[in-house]
């Protein structure tokens, strides 16, 4: 069972539109706001979450989210916090530059200025804005220092190693 208290007349419970299926609650947004490119801005949802004991909570991006060029920036909801969740989004778009050019009647250079397309995003209330997954905490597992670790087919391939 995951509890949930609402600390906002505004918050919302979350909800997963495929119980069973999907891996993540949608968290709401309790305010309007703008999230202009390359800062990171933190979003109240006006809920405190909690788990059954040892469960803490992934956060993850929202597709929708992706496709506007917004993502989470932030961690991970441990077990035993009860506070708000205050979700960290980043606006990963790049705005465009051009170059505006007056011009006098004869044809010369009357002003030279440079305009900046606007890339900011809105979230309205009620969005949704990120997706939260139930994780249990295995952190209690005891680690120990060995001088070799056991093989493996994958072995130390990392980063692009299974193909495109």
């Not at 706001?33 to 006006?46: C, D, E, F, I």
């Not at 205050?86 to 790049?94: D, K």
């Not at 001088?147 to 495109?164: I, N």
Request: proline share 6%; glycine share 12%; aromatic share 6%.
């Amino acid at each position: 069972m995951f509890k949930v208290q609402l600390l906002h007349p505004d918050a919302k419970v979350p909800t997963v539109a495929h119980p069973g299926t999907d891996i993540g609650f949608d968290l709401y947004s309790i305010e309007d706001v703008l999230l202009p490119p390359g800062v990171p801005v933190r979003v109240r949802t006006g809920i405190a979450v909690e788990g059954p004991p040892g469960w803490g909570f992934i956060l993850g991006d929202r597709s929708s989210m992706a496709m506007r060029g917004v993502t989470y920036a932030g961690g991970r909801i441990d077990a035993g916090y009860r506070g708000e969740l205050l979700i960290c989004l980043l606006n990963v778009n790049q705005p465009v530059y051009s170059v505006k050019v007056d011009r006098r009647s004869d044809g010369s250079i009357e002003n030279v200025s440079l305009e900046r397309s606007d890339v900011s995003v809105s979230i309205a209330k009620g969005d949704k804005i990120i997706q939260m997954s139930p994780f249990q905490a295995m952190t209690s597992g005891e680690i120990v220092v060995v001088s070799a670790l056991s093989v493996a087919d994958r072995g130390a391939k990392g980063f692009g190693s299974s193909g495109r």
